[in-house]
């Protein structure tokens, strides 16, 4: 099966905790009897024993968990694709039993759309009072609105940092968490070419010579186009070092150098280090040749290839962050639904609130014409005031 | 007569925390029974409802071994809180004719290694899926309207022997609705005057460990300002964490201001998990 290839399972290894090397009074205590029974002193080394073996199975029974929501998510993904594909008949059976649970799941987040909607106005409520000491102000003081203007700009500044969060946040949150379906393309390296190019300190040298001549105009152009005809030839044998006969090569490289004027000279100090290292492997490839040192078995064309090593590094540090950004982005994920439920029950102690302001009008209503109030009036102020504590003690516990 | 009760109460609870671990036990040999299933499905997968059902199975064999070992720990504590309650008792003079009076003093290695014990002891807390750690676990505090009740441990500040420390542990012995003030006794020093203390001044000890694997949120971070209990001593002091602990039955790694190295900053020292909290 060519699925089992993709299968996102990590397959932990599942192994309970070893109690006869871990935990010893637990297994003394199991090889007695009833009758013996177990002695009160050791209540405290059985408690420790007991918490390894319980955090140990909790660990287990989370990783269960997630693996089963993986394969679940995943046989989801492959029943829709499957039943976009193919749509046979028989294969009808499986799929849209996945298909309709996640539509339910759909419904069932739009449906929080609204709900968070009504915590949108504690927000315009400030501003609408502001406003509103702004009017009452207005024909007292004309002049003093500019510089009563601060407050507003600081609240509108500070509100997207307070404001409540919306389903979309967090479906939006939930959307960058989606599994990373196409993460192995974007690893795979192609190598088209394997001969390396020039190294960039000799392109660059060779840059700025170029340069320098347009300064300095064509007066020196002779020394220069020596000085060219060196680059190239000391590139090719500086870096790639797969020659058959290396012996050649020095000789060759030798008198490339004999015959160089002195600005390719003062050009070659840049290329030391690679030079130095195309020498060592070149000594090392001679020294092979004439019997004198075991060849080594030669490692993959990673490691001749720096840039390749390079790739292969910066990928596992990409790879090390995008993890650690996942975790991140679940923490914030669970934060997110806390805050969500939190802001619900605070809307519900706004509405309290209300409801309790209402009870206490009612009550000064009737204080001010002189009558005391209602049993049934004073009954509903006790019923608010009562569901408004139990609000706020859900919301601090 | 109360105490002659309490003791069968305490044998009986004790034959039932060893049913409990058998119990346990049989549940654990039953579930590394399919856990070695699912290692042999995983190496030859041959259909994934398969492995979906063995998961499953799997997950409810660990929910029971959690539920068995969770109960047989609160076996436990019901026993050492029995233990406790009989000790309280005791402390009161004259009401059981045939005890020794209390004593008043304890020796200071019979404290010292009483504290370690009740440290090392404290209950680590589970994190069962969707759960999070409440107050009084770890580095969490206290809720706005927590009480302490009698016999629990708490951080008072109390001018101590020598000038420096933030406070001293010590014990609840009354809590007064009225003027929301707490009595509390000095861990060592039963007999002495009792001090009264406002509660917004008295700090309740963790009585849950957090466990560093699950819950690291509920444990104070590196560099964070902390009173810590001086290991031998009664004493909080200032302190900055140095290393958070990596395993459950781990301390911190505390550094504190220490008057008697003058010139470079004292070794860190371990201090437990139930002997941290925040500095306010």
């Known amino acids: 099966m060519s699925e089992l290839k993709d299968c996102p399972l990590q397959f932990h290894d599942f192994k309970s905790v070893d109690h006869l090397k871990v935990c010893p009074r637990y297994t003394a205590v199991l090889a007695r009897s009833e009758d013996d029974g177990i002695g009160i002193e050791e209540l405290d080394t059985l408690q420790l024993e007991l918490e390894t073996l319980l955090s140990s199975a909790s660990r287990r029974l989370r990783v269960l968990e997630a693996e089963t929501q993986i394969l679940t998510d995943w046989q989801d993904k492959k029943g829709d694709r ?191 280090v690679p030079h130095t290292k195309s020498l060592e492997s070149r000594i090392k490839e001679e020294l092979i040749a004439q019997g004198l040192l075991e060849s080594e078995d030669r490692p993959a064309e990673d490691s001749e290839d720096e840039v390749l090593a390079e790739l292969r590094k910066r990928q596992a540090e990409l790879k090390a962050l995008s993890a650690h950004n996942r975790t991140k982005k679940h923490d914030l994920l669970r934060l997110a639904k806390e805050e969500v439920s939190r802001q619900e029950l605070r809307q519900r102690v706004r509405m309290a609130d209300n409801e309790v302001m209402d009870a206490f009008r009612k009550i000064m209503a009737a204080r001010q014409k002189k009558r005391t109030p209602t049993k049934k009036e004073k009954d509903q102020a006790w019923k608010t005031l009562k569901e408004r504590e139990s609000i706020l003690k859900l919301l601090d516990g | 007569m109360a105490l002659v009760s309490a003791d069968s109460c305490i044998a009986e609870l004790l034959t039932e925390l060893h049913q409990l671990i058998k119990q346990t036990q049989e549940e654990r040999l039953q579930s590394e029974h399919n856990l070695v299933n699912v290692q042999k499905t995983h190496e030859q997968m041959q259909t994934e409802n398969k492995m979906r059902g063995l998961y499953t199975t799997a997950k409810a064999d660990a929910e029971a071994e959690c539920n068995l070992l969770q109960k047989a720990r609160d076996k436990i504590a019901e026993i050492k809180s029995l233990l406790e309650e009989r000790r309280i008792v005791a402390k009161i003079p004259g009401l059981y004719n045939d005890s020794k009076p209390p004593r008043k003093t304890m020796r200071r290695g019979v404290l010292m290694t009483l504290l370690q014990r009740s440290a090392m002891t404290l209950p680590l807390w589970i994190r069962k899926p969707g759960d999070k750690p409440p107050p009084l676990c770890g580095a969490i505090p206290a809720s706005g309207d927590y009480v302490a009740r009698p016999g629990d441990k708490v951080a008072a500040p109390v001018k101590a022997v020598d000038g420096d420390d933030q406070g001293i542990l010590a014990e609840v012995v009354s809590y007064s609705h009225a003027t929301n003030k707490y009595e509390v006794d000095d861990i060592d020093e039963e007999g002495k005057e009792r001090h009264t203390l406002s509660q917004n001044r008295v700090i309740p000890l963790p009585q849950w460990k957090a466990n560093p694997e699950t819950d690291v949120e509920a444990l104070f971070q590196k560099e964070q300002l902390v009173l810590a209990l001086y290991p031998q001593t009664i004493c909080f002091y200032c302190a900055l964490i140095h290393v958070p602990p990596q395993r459950p039955q781990d301390d911190y790694s505390v550094l504190s201001e220490d008057t008697f190295y003058a010139d470079s900053y004292p070794p860190p020292l371990n201090v437990a998990q139930r002997y941290v909290v925040a500095y306010l």
Request: charged letters at 30%; hydrophobic letters at 25%.
């Open chain 1, 82 to 272: 499957r039943f976009l594909k193919l749509g046979r008949d028989h294969e009808l059976g499986a799929p849209p039993k996945h298909g309709k649970p996640k539509k339910q799941k759909l419904e069932g987040k739009a449906g929080h759309g609204p709900g968070p909607g009504p915590g949108r106005p504690k927000s315009k409520n400030l501003q609408p009072k502001i406003q509103e000491y702004e009017f009452t102000d207005d024909p007292i003081d004309v002049p003093r609105i500019p510089k009563n203007d601060a407050p507003n700009r600081f609240w509108a500044s500070v509100e997207p940092y307070c404001a409540d969060i919306t389903s979309e946040e967090v479906r939006t949150l939930e959307e960058l968490l989606k599994p990373p379906e196409d993460e192995a393309e974007h690893y795979k390296v192609e190598i088209l070419d394997p001969t390396p190019g020039k190294h960039y300190s000799q392109r660059w040298a060779q840059e700025d010579l170029l340069e320098e001549q347009k300064d300095w105009g064509p007066g020196q152009q002779l020394g220069k186009s020596e000085a060219q005809h060196e680059q190239p030839e000391d590139g090719e044998n500086i870096i790639s070092p797969m020659e058959d006969s290396p012996i050649p090569d020095m000789s060759g490289k030798e008198s490339g150098a004999d015959g160089a004027s002195t600005s390719p000279r003062n050009q070659n100090k840049p290329f030391s």
